[in-house]
């Protein structure tokens, strides 16, 4: 099992920007797809966004699309979530998530607080 260990939470104010990094514990293979997932407070985990290994194909919730980019750097075996124009809505705890099917749940990171202040 992929171990994942998130990092770059903190405190912003509305329209701020953040980067959080995922780090996986062994090399990754071309068809896993690392993803993030968030839970604000009082309500359910939801999807965020995701890429893929091998061809770095993206996918994105809509309600993220345009401000935050999600990436991977292979040789170090990272994802990144570059989150920009932050929003209060966007505060949550972020999880860092892997897998080889879709939705990449497989593996869980234990998660860094964004909270967004207005």
């Known amino acids: 099992q992929v171990q994942l260990v998130e990092s770059g939470g903190g405190l912003v104010q509305t329209g701020g920007s953040l980067t959080l990094s995922c780090t996986a514990s062994?090399?990754?293979?071309?068809?896993?797809?690392l993803g993030w997932f968030r839970q604000p407070p009082g309500k359910d985990r939801e999807f965020v966004a995701a890429?893929?290994?091998?061809?770095?194909?993206?996918t994105y919730a809509d309600s993220v699309k345009g401000r935050f980019t999600i990436s991977r750097d292979r040789s170090k075996n990272q994802a990144y979530l570059q989150m920009n124009s932050l929003k209060p809505e966007d505060t949550a705890v972020y999880y860092c998530?892997?897998?080889?099917?879709?939705?990449?749940?497989?593996?869980w990171g234990q998660g860094t607080q964004v909270t967004v202040s207005s």
């Open positions: 998530t892997g897998g080889s099917t879709w939705p990449p749940q497989s593996s």
């Open positions: 062994e090399r990754l293979y071309s068809s896993y797809i």
């Open positions: 890429v893929r290994q091998g061809t770095g194909g993206t």
